[in-house]
Protein backbone atom coordinates (compact mmCIF):
# COMPACT_ATOMS: atom_id res chain seq x y z
CA UNK A 1 0.00 0.00 0.00
CA UNK A 2 3.01 2.24 -0.19
CA UNK A 3 1.39 3.61 -3.62
CA UNK A 4 -1.32 4.47 -2.02
CA UNK A 5 0.56 7.10 0.29
CA UNK A 6 1.87 9.07 -2.73
CA UNK A 7 -1.77 9.94 -3.44
CA UNK A 8 -2.97 13.36 -3.15
CA UNK A 9 -5.38 12.77 0.30
CA UNK A 10 -7.89 14.19 -1.87
CA UNK A 11 -7.88 10.81 -4.11
CA UNK A 12 -7.33 8.66 -1.89
CA UNK A 13 -11.05 7.82 -0.62
CA UNK A 14 -12.06 8.05 -4.54
CA UNK A 15 -9.52 5.40 -6.21
CA UNK A 16 -9.95 2.88 -2.48
CA UNK A 17 -13.27 2.81 -3.41
CA UNK A 18 -12.64 2.12 -7.54
CA UNK A 19 -10.39 -0.63 -5.96
CA UNK A 20 -12.92 -2.27 -3.68
CA UNK A 21 -15.30 -2.15 -6.60
CA UNK A 22 -12.97 -3.26 -9.54
CA UNK A 23 -11.02 -5.66 -7.49
CA UNK A 24 -12.61 -9.44 -9.47
CA UNK A 25 -12.72 -11.29 -5.95
CA UNK A 26 -14.93 -8.06 -4.37
CA UNK A 27 -16.80 -7.44 -7.25
CA UNK A 28 -18.51 -11.01 -7.60
CA UNK A 29 -19.98 -10.41 -4.26
CA UNK A 30 -22.62 -7.97 -5.29
CA UNK A 31 -22.30 -5.50 -2.97
CA UNK A 32 -20.32 -1.72 -3.87
CA UNK A 33 -18.58 0.83 -2.15
CA UNK A 34 -20.68 3.83 -1.82
CA UNK A 35 -18.82 6.30 -0.34
CA UNK A 36 -15.18 5.78 1.87
CA UNK A 37 -14.61 9.20 4.09
CA UNK A 38 -12.54 11.67 3.32
CA UNK A 39 -10.45 10.74 6.97
CA UNK A 40 -10.51 7.57 5.65
CA UNK A 41 -12.34 5.64 8.95
CA UNK A 42 -15.55 4.84 7.23
CA UNK A 43 -16.51 2.84 4.31
CA UNK A 44 -20.23 2.28 3.17
CA UNK A 45 -21.49 -0.63 1.26
CA UNK A 46 -24.51 -0.93 -0.69
CA UNK A 47 -25.54 -4.64 -1.54
CA UNK A 48 -28.36 -4.64 -4.22
CA UNK A 49 -30.77 -7.20 -4.05
CA UNK A 50 -31.23 -8.49 -7.77
CA UNK A 51 -30.39 -11.70 -9.85
CA UNK A 52 -27.64 -11.72 -8.84
CA UNK A 53 -27.74 -11.61 -5.09
CA UNK A 54 -30.71 -13.67 -5.14
CA UNK A 55 -31.26 -17.05 -3.91
CA UNK A 56 -33.94 -19.99 -4.79
CA UNK A 57 -35.98 -18.53 -2.01
CA UNK A 58 -36.40 -15.66 -3.95
CA UNK A 59 -34.34 -13.53 -1.06
CA UNK A 60 -30.95 -12.40 -0.61
CA UNK A 61 -28.01 -14.69 -1.04
CA UNK A 62 -26.36 -15.90 1.92
CA UNK A 63 -23.02 -15.90 0.91
CA UNK A 64 -23.21 -12.25 -0.82
CA UNK A 65 -24.50 -10.82 2.57
CA UNK A 66 -21.37 -12.69 3.97
CA UNK A 67 -18.87 -11.95 1.60
CA UNK A 68 -19.44 -7.72 1.69
CA UNK A 69 -17.88 -7.80 4.82
CA UNK A 70 -14.92 -9.62 3.97
CA UNK A 71 -11.99 -6.48 4.06
CA UNK A 72 -13.07 -3.37 4.97
CA UNK A 73 -12.11 -3.71 8.75
CA UNK A 74 -9.03 -4.98 8.23
CA UNK A 75 -8.02 -2.81 5.49
CA UNK A 76 -9.44 0.66 7.65
CA UNK A 77 -6.90 -0.76 10.12
CA UNK A 78 -4.11 -1.57 8.31
CA UNK A 79 -4.54 2.15 6.96
CA UNK A 80 -4.81 3.70 10.09
CA UNK A 81 -2.14 1.69 11.63
CA UNK A 82 0.63 1.45 9.06
CA UNK A 83 3.01 -0.66 6.94
CA UNK A 84 4.34 -1.77 10.79
CA UNK A 85 1.46 -4.14 11.29
CA UNK A 86 0.16 -7.26 10.23
CA UNK A 87 -3.94 -7.00 9.63
CA UNK A 88 -5.91 -10.32 8.70
CA UNK A 89 -9.66 -11.00 8.82
CA UNK A 90 -9.22 -14.38 10.90
CA UNK A 91 -12.59 -15.72 11.51
CA UNK A 92 -16.60 -14.83 11.59
CA UNK A 93 -20.06 -15.53 11.68
CA UNK A 94 -23.35 -14.62 10.60
CA UNK A 95 -27.35 -14.46 12.44
CA UNK A 96 -29.77 -14.01 9.76
CA UNK A 97 -32.78 -11.89 11.24
CA UNK A 98 -35.09 -11.93 8.35
CA UNK A 99 -34.65 -12.32 4.69
CA UNK A 100 -33.58 -9.65 2.56
CA UNK A 101 -35.76 -8.59 0.00
CA UNK A 102 -34.30 -5.43 -0.91
CA UNK A 103 -31.24 -3.51 -0.90
CA UNK A 104 -29.16 -3.33 2.12
CA UNK A 105 -26.56 -1.29 3.53
CA UNK A 106 -23.41 -1.82 5.45
CA UNK A 107 -20.83 0.86 7.82
CA UNK A 108 -17.61 0.54 8.75
CA UNK A 109 -16.19 2.36 11.17
CA UNK A 110 -12.60 2.25 12.89
CA UNK A 111 -12.44 5.63 15.00
CA UNK A 112 -9.45 7.23 16.57
CA UNK A 113 -10.18 5.42 20.20
CA UNK A 114 -10.25 2.39 18.28
CA UNK A 115 -6.74 2.67 16.77
CA UNK A 116 -5.31 4.07 20.26
CA UNK A 117 -6.92 1.27 21.85
CA UNK A 118 -5.29 -1.69 19.86
CA UNK A 119 -1.89 0.56 19.74
CA UNK A 120 -2.21 0.54 23.05
CA UNK A 121 -2.75 -3.22 23.75
CA UNK A 122 0.16 -3.88 21.49
CA UNK A 123 2.45 -2.40 23.72
CA UNK A 124 1.80 -5.01 26.48
CA UNK A 125 0.80 -8.02 24.37
CA UNK A 126 2.46 -9.58 20.75
CA UNK A 127 -0.84 -9.68 19.30
CA UNK A 128 -4.25 -9.22 19.70
CA UNK A 129 -7.70 -10.35 18.15
CA UNK A 130 -10.53 -7.83 18.12
CA UNK A 131 -14.33 -8.48 17.22
CA UNK A 132 -16.22 -6.47 14.84
CA UNK A 133 -20.30 -6.19 14.33
CA UNK A 134 -21.87 -5.35 11.10
CA UNK A 135 -25.39 -4.78 10.84
CA UNK A 136 -26.73 -4.94 7.13
CA UNK A 137 -29.51 -2.60 7.31
CA UNK A 138 -32.19 -2.04 4.54
CA UNK A 139 -32.84 1.87 3.72
CA UNK A 140 -35.33 2.26 6.92
CA UNK A 141 -32.81 1.02 9.46
CA UNK A 142 -34.28 -2.75 9.71
CA UNK A 143 -31.38 -5.14 10.32
CA UNK A 144 -31.45 -8.00 8.15
CA UNK A 145 -28.30 -9.80 9.33
CA UNK A 146 -25.55 -9.39 11.46
CA UNK A 147 -21.76 -10.37 11.05
CA UNK A 148 -19.32 -10.81 13.72
CA UNK A 149 -15.57 -10.77 12.02
CA UNK A 150 -12.78 -11.54 14.11
CA UNK A 151 -9.68 -9.29 13.17
CA UNK A 152 -5.91 -10.55 13.99
CA UNK A 153 -3.57 -7.81 14.49
CA UNK A 154 0.16 -7.96 15.32
CA UNK A 155 3.52 -6.21 14.38
CA UNK A 156 5.28 -7.21 11.82
CA UNK A 157 8.55 -7.91 13.48
CA UNK A 158 6.34 -10.16 16.46
CA UNK A 159 4.74 -11.94 12.90
CA UNK A 160 7.87 -12.79 11.31
CA UNK A 161 9.59 -14.41 14.35
CA UNK A 162 6.32 -16.47 15.23
CA UNK A 163 6.48 -17.58 11.21
CA UNK A 164 9.75 -18.59 11.47
CA UNK A 165 9.06 -21.13 14.47
CA UNK A 166 11.41 -18.68 17.02
Same mark, same amino acid.
Given at each position: ???? +???????????? !?? =?? +???? *??? $? /???????????? /????????? +??? /?? +? %?????? =?????????????? %????? %???????????????????????????? #????????? #????? /??????? $????????? $???????? #?? !?????? !? !? *??????? *???
Amino acid at each position: MNWL +NKLPHAWKPHVI !RY =GF +NLHP *AYR $R /TGGRVEHVSPDL /TSIRIRLPF +NRA /TR +N %LAGSMF =GGSLFAITDGPHPF %LLLLA %LGREYIVWDKSATIQYKRPGRDTLYAEF #VISAQEVAA #VRDIL /TRQPEVD $RIYRIELKD $RNGVVHSV #VE !RTVYIS !R !R *AHYAQKS *AGQ
